[in-house]
């Protein structure tokens, strides 16, 4: 009973001191980030996720290394990371007149998955492993646990790999199997080192990072488990496992650190960071459309209101709509031009009809186009919404009679009219070609403008094409043409570097037949100069159902190489390939986008690619994709298969007005010819977003 007691007691003091240190010290302005980047201390991890969407972009430098990376939280139980090590002992290779000054840049992807969240007692845990997909210098694997208690944030784990080197404790996977007591060496450049997880010695990490009365500064102390003995930049000397940090925060988005680390090294650098779900900027016309309703005739003002729908400022975004009176119903048709959010588009139009709206008229309609595909039709009740829009009684509330259906074609009535939607098309764009760790130069470059134009010959034939222009670069670093000695595939994507020492070029020039055959089927039909490397003729079909989370696509692509130093002409090298695609957005995912893509390839292999790509609140998509096919390991080379990830920016987050156009940013860490899809103009699953009403 007195030991009942007694712990009992025990439990409301920690409690009650957990509340004073609450209140007397300020709040974490969120965890920070390691030397290696993702959340954790200095050398060590710490069970700790950033909150959902945050993308850091972090430096790290002292005499040995300097580490570049980007992190971002996918998930709030998901945290990835990408680095690049630059070497600063150490040449790109032994051979001196290839390196020249150039030193040696190590590529790496971490990932930490959250297993427990923390509770009043038990700590967030969490599993995780470094240099998952690259050359094994700092791999390593951890389970590790946090717990805050105050103004201090706990940290214990066990490691292994490079976080384990100095072998403070015994692997306890040794008990289950005597080949979890040894490690072997780094693996090759790009490759999982799945049969190395788990494996060799381990170590107990921890340390504990502490949140000052002074809210902008932290301090941390870890004590590290790797002991720096077998190091790819040599052997380092470690006076102590000790390491001491502060953090200091400059404001919302910056970071700046500095840490002395191994008793011998000082370690500093800054953190940039923002949050993909935050971010967000305020257009010029993001007021709603006013509702003051025009005296009631029994014509519609069709001019009128054609003109409102597309002027230029408080408009619905639907150009060359087309407006038709059938019954007691009002049809309206044009192309979503300008809001992401199709149903701000759709909120717009109906206020500015409800202004102007005959007194026959009970049901509205408007059908959304894009590329003179019909996508969806928005139906509304016209009762429900003038109640709405002039506002309900307080406590008789009632929902908005509107639903969303499959296209509507009224066809052409007595009391029609429309706007003839322009021909032709162009613009003129910024484009910046880079590569990031090669082995001329840590970046390269190229700067230009590309020029697009299309020519609408019928409602369904377009011609379009798009001319590059280089204004500069550095790509007369390049010392040799990216051929690889250590694969015995054709060069289909290896002589990038032979189509960018173009200075002028047509990137493409193709003719596109599109066609809505109803009920979801969605087609295309093309043939020219289909990408920067390859020309030819394909088709495309997509069954993508209203508002569904899943949509099934196939293609099918006959293709000849341009050639490089005419690309006017081709190569001799020619294939077909093409690739049966399930969508799938699963309902326990909130804005997940899984594509599996099985086919031919354009080296002739045969596989699948897997893609995974998370929508934020912003409108940024931040996706990852892996390749595997039918060829081994040695022969696909360095990499063993085809990875990358890239991050999809609506342009609309830079400018005062909306827009719906988007920008993309890939990072392949290595180029290879195996698992390389057609990079095709039009695909029918962007085309038609508009039939996803969850689609920002």
């Not at 200095?42 to 996720?49: K, N, S």
């Not at 240099?131 to 590790?144: H, N, P, Q, W």
């Not at 900027?281 to 003109?307: C, G, M, R």
């Not at 005419?566 to 695609?581: D, I, V, W």
Request: glycine share 10%; with cysteine; net charge negative.
């Amino acid at each position: 009973m007195k030991k009942c007691y007694l712990l009992s007691l025990l439990s409301v003091s920690v409690a009650c001191a957990c509340q004073v240190q609450a209140a007397t010290y300020p709040e974490p302005v969120g965890p920070s980030q390691s030397d290696f980047g993702g959340v954790g201390l200095m050398q060590v991890p710490t069970a700790r996720i950033a909150k959902e969407g945050e993308f850091s972009l972090n430096y790290r430098d002292n005499d040995q290394y300097r580490y570049y990376s980007a992190s971002i939280a996918l998930l709030p139980w998901l945290e990835t990371t990408v680095r690049y090590t630059d070497v600063r002992t150490r040449l790109y290779s032994n051979v001196d007149s290839f390196s020249g000054n150039q030193t040696y840049k190590d590529k790496a992807f971490d990932l930490k998955v959250r297993l427990w969240q923390e509770g009043y007692w038990l700590p967030d845990i969490a599993l995780g492993a470094r240099d998952l997909g690259g050359t094994g210098l700092f791999d390593s694997e951890y389970l590790v646990a946090s717990k805050a208690w105050g103004p201090l944030d706990f940290t214990l784990g066990i490691g292994w790999g490079y976080l384990g080197n100095s072998g403070n404790i015994k692997n306890p996977f040794c008990e289950y199997d005597d080949k979890f007591c040894h490690r072997s060496g780094s693996s090759s450049a790009g490759s999982i080192n799945g049969d190395q997880l788990f494996r060799g010695p381990a170590s107990l990490f921890g340390g504990v990072e502490y949140q000052t009365p002074w809210q902008p500064l932290r301090l941390k102390l870890e004590y590290e488990g790797n002991d720096y003995q077998g190091d790819f930049a040599g052997k380092l000397e470690q006076s102590s496992k000790v390491n001491v940090g502060a953090i200091f925060r400059v404001t919302d988005w910056a970071d700046i650190n500095a840490s002395y680390e191994r008793g011998n090294t000082f370690m500093f650098g800054f953190t940039l960071r923002t949050n993909f779900n935050d971010f967000n900027t305020h257009h010029i016309d993001s007021n709603k459309v006013a509702y003051h309703p025009q005296p009631q005739s029994e014509i519609l003002q069709h001019t009128v209101v054609a003109d409102q729908l597309t002027d230029l400022k408080y408009n619905a975004g639907l150009d060359a709509p087309d407006l038709q009176v059938k019954g007691h119903t009002l049809s309206v048709k044009g192309e979503q031009y300008k809001y992401r959010d199709t149903q701000e588009g759709v909120d717009r139009a109906n206020a500015i009809l409800m202004n102007s709206l005959p007194d026959n008229i009970d049901t509205l309609q408007i059908t959304q186009t894009r590329y003179n595909m019909p996508q969806v039709t928005t139906e509304t009740q016209v009762a429900s919404l003038r109640q709405q829009m002039e506002g309900y009684p307080l406590g008789h509330e009632k929902p908005l009679v509107q639903k969303r259906v499959n296209p509507i074609d009224p066809g052409t009535t007595e009391q029609g009219y429309y706007i003839e939607k322009d021909s032709l098309n162009y613009s003129l764009s910024p484009v910046l070609n880079q590569s990031v760790g090669g082995p001329e130069s840590f970046y390269m470059y190229q700067v230009g403008v590309m020029g697009n134009a299309d020519y609408w010959l019928t409602d369904h034939l377009v011609v379009a094409g798009g001319l590059f222009a280089n204004i500069a670069n550095n790509y007369n670093k390049f010392n040799y043409d990216g051929r690889p000695g250590d694969s015995s595939l054709p060069r289909v994507r290896t002589h990038i570097r032979d189509y960018v020492d173009n200075d002028v070029y047509i990137n493409n020039l193709q003719a596109n037949y599109l066609q809505y055959f109803g009920n979801g089927i969605y087609g295309q039909v093309y043939g020219g100069y289909l990408e920067t490397m390859y020309g030819g003729a394909g088709a495309e079909v997509l069954y993508r159902p209203l508002d569904a989370n899943w949509a099934l696509g196939l293609d099918a692509n006959y293709v000849k190489q341009r050639d490089w130093d005419n690309m006017m002409k081709f190569t001799n090298y020619k294939a077909a390939t093409g690739h049966l695609t399930a969508y799938w957005q699963p309902l326990f995912l909130d804005d997940v986008l899984v594509k599996m893509s099985v086919g031919q390839y354009l080296a002739k292999d045969k596989g699948g690619t897997l893609d995974v790509s998370k929508r934020f609140d912003s409108g940024v998509v931040v996706g990852a994709y892996a390749t595997l096919t039918n060829v081994s390991a040695d022969e696909y080379g360095e990499g063993d298969f085809t990875k990358g990830f890239y991050v999809s920016l609506p342009l609309d987050l830079f400018t005062v007005t909306p827009n719906r156009d988007r920008a993309q940013i890939n990072w392949t860490p290595l180029t290879r010819d195996g698992g390389q899809m057609l990079g095709r103009k039009y695909s029918l699953y962007g085309m038609t977003s508009d039939r996803d009403i969850h689609y920002r």
